[in-house]
């Protein structure tokens, strides 16, 4: 619950401070006076509402602080696991939002800083806040259907679906992308396949391009080569005046004078080494020549193996290319032709994906429409009920479903939100055909159906404050008792705070509040405080009949908070059938009920 509500320079408000109780609390005052100048401040405080226009008129700061009691465990658990900060047994958690005059603001729990994401989040778990339009929320079919898994329970499958059918629908348009180009990705294939091959055959890494020329080289001269390696040898060798052989008659004659003078012995050794160089040089010439052989094949072979690769290069790589250039588009095809199978098994398997997230898709479907269908089933003898007390006993309410096959055909799967839609219909008066709410039903109508869902749906709401910004709006006097006992048992399994202009609502409050406006200094301020005793009998009176207060109209206020104080001390289960208690003599009944308010809708 929320203890303690501080507000600090917000609008008209320049310091208030509200204490409140765990039941129903009801906020009263003039039109204007700024009764929902503390919803808006909660609503702040919650991340529910943007608070720039907010800051008072020359503020340097504005702040809201809320304390909320939490004694629910379900409740602390869900904090811990919003704002991911521990959440002690029955802690009281202090949240503070900031406000400044630059636009910027600053939030806290716990005098932990958080962001806007995460108080957002804190608000919605903490507060579920009604405003007098939001009746409006009723005729929305979205929110209809939102509403019937609240209480069916079946939040989590819709989730679970909903989660379920964007995968599909993402897998299913990557698959349409796939499909749409794949005669092209298959032309790419070919292309791609054929020039991978043509390079690959030419086996360009083999041999050296450099290897390979001077090979061809030698093969397409081998007569020349072998003709000039045999007079080179004949001249080292063979002939008459042979180099070898004149060298060996040097080197004899050296010899010789290295014996008559040493100092030969140097150019000596130098001949006798050269002769043998030459020596070895006429053997591997010899060696040489012997192997040389004309082969037209091999010739042939190498030079149309160097015409491949020279095409190769001006096909792939253009004037003035190279083999690595060629080598590198090579290295470019296999990463395309990578691209281009994986992109033929990704069809592959996002059709596997798809055939199982479309049968996963049908399994939750049918789950969550029958889930929809028994909650219908269930909710409709509830709302029944609920307009009864509220003054609606011969309405009909029934939940239409309309599935999104027949609604539109190429919708077989339905929408994220399931495979079917809900209309909720109602024929107010006997006779009349059902239609839809958004179509027949009037404001005052519309807020008490959205009462009746909500006092339905209340046991299994997971937030502990509820807030009703004049929820009686377009609804009477008459009705307006009734309101009030619908709120006041709400307010048993959580804190209500509600802004009403009815006294038959104010009357079961359990904490009465007061909002008014003063001037001072030509500058507004909305002040709030707590109404007990005599001050409460007034503030009802001048609800019943303006600000001339009579002994008549503050007979029937205080005859008002009696009545409420029977009313809600009899048991649920009896307060729709039970009797009030007959009135005092030279009352009638209406004016012990309604205290004469002013006219209104009903």
């Excluded at 030419?202 to 041999?207: D, I, N, P």
């Excluded at 588009?329 to 798809?354: F, I, K, P, T």
């Excluded at 009465?512 to 405080?529: A, C, D, L």
């Amino acid at each position: 619950m929320l203890r303690e509500l501080h507000i600090s320079n917000l609008a008209l408000i320049a310091d208030a401070t509200l204490e409140l109780d765990a039941g129903l609390n009801c906020f009263t005052g003039q039109t204007g006076a700024g009764k929902s100048l503390v919803i808006g401040a909660l609503e702040i405080l919650l991340g529910l509402r943007s608070a720039g226009d907010m800051l008072r008129h020359g503020a340097p700061e504005g702040r809201v602080t809320g304390v909320f009691h939490l004694a629910n465990p379900s409740l602390r658990r869900r904090l811990a696991a919003v704002t991911d900060l521990p959440i002690e047994e029955e802690a009281e958690v202090l949240l503070v939002r900031r406000i400044f005059a630059s636009g910027r603001t600053s939030a806290s729990i716990g005098g932990h800083p958080i962001s806007a994401t995460m108080l957002k989040a804190v608000g919605e778990t903490l507060a579920d806040i009604h405003g007098q339009y939001d009746a409006q929320f009723l005729l929305n079919p979205a929110n209809q259907l939102a509403l019937l898994d609240d209480f069916g329970q079946t939040a989590a499958l819709a989730g679970q679906f909903a989660q379920i059918w964007h995968q599909k629908h993402q897998i299913q348009q990557q698959l349409e992308t796939l499909e749409a180009s794949q005669t092209l990705r298959r032309e790419q294939l070919e292309l791609y396949e054929f020039q991978a091959s043509e390079i690959d055959a030419s086996e360009l890494h083999r041999t050296p391009l450099d290897q390979l020329e001077a090979r061809q080289r030698m093969l397409a001269n081998v007569e020349k080569i072998k003709s000039q390696a045999e007079a080179a040898y004949g001249a080292l060798y063979e002939e008459d005046a042979a180099v070898i052989g004149r060298l060996k008659t040097i080197a004899s004659i050296l010899l010789e004078l290295v014996e008559l003078d040493g100092e030969f012995s140097e150019p000596a050794e130098q001949v006798r080494s050269a002769a043998i160089a030459l020596d070895e040089a006429a053997f591997s010439l010899r060696r040489r020549i012997d192997r040389l052989e004309l082969n037209p094949e091999e010739l042939a072979e190498t030079t149309d193996r160097l015409n491949t690769i020279h095409r190769l290069i001006h096909k792939y790589a253009g004037a003035g290319g190279t083999l690595d250039d060629v080598l590198a588009h090579r290295h470019h095809l296999g990463e395309e032709l990578s691209r281009l199978r994986q992109a033929h098994a990704d069809v592959s398997a996002r059709s596997g994906q798809l055939a199982t997230l479309q049968s996963q898709l049908a399994e939750l479907g049918r789950r969550l429409s029958a889930g929809r269908r028994q909650a219908a089933k269930a909710l409709i003898p509830l709302v029944h009920q609920q307009l009864a007390d509220l003054g609606m006993k011969e309405a009909r309410f029934h939940v239409e479903f309309i599935t999104a096959a027949a609604a539109l055909p190429a919708q077989a799967d339905g929408s994220p939100q399931g495979l079917e839609s809900v209309e909720l219909m109602i024929a107010p008066n006997p006779g009349q055909p059902a239609a839809p709410l958004r179509k027949i039903a009037s404001g005052g109508e519309l807020s008490r159906i959205m009462l009746a869902l909500k006092s339905i749906l209340a046991t299994s709401d997971r937030v502990s404050v509820l807030v009703f910004d004049e929820i009686d709006a377009n609804v009477g006097g008459r009705m307006g008792a009734v309101i009030g006992e619908k709120l006041h048992r709400l307010a048993r399994g959580h804190q209500v705070l509600c802004i009403t202009h009815l006294p038959q609502i104010a009357s079961f409050a359990d904490r009465h509040i007061t909002v008014h406006k003063t001037v001072e200094n030509s500058q507004s301020f909305t002040n709030v405080r707590r109404l007990e005793g005599a001050e409460r009998t007034r503030e009802l009176a001048e609800m019943i009949t303006g600000k001339d207060v009579t002994p008549t109209s503050l007979a029937q206020a205080q005859e008002l908070l009696e009545l409420a104080r029977h009313t809600a001390a009899v048991p649920a289960t009896r307060s729709a059938n039970h009797k009030p208690p007959p009135p005092k003599p030279g009352q009638n009944k209406a004016s012990a009920r309604r205290g004469k308010p002013r006219p209104a809708e009903d």
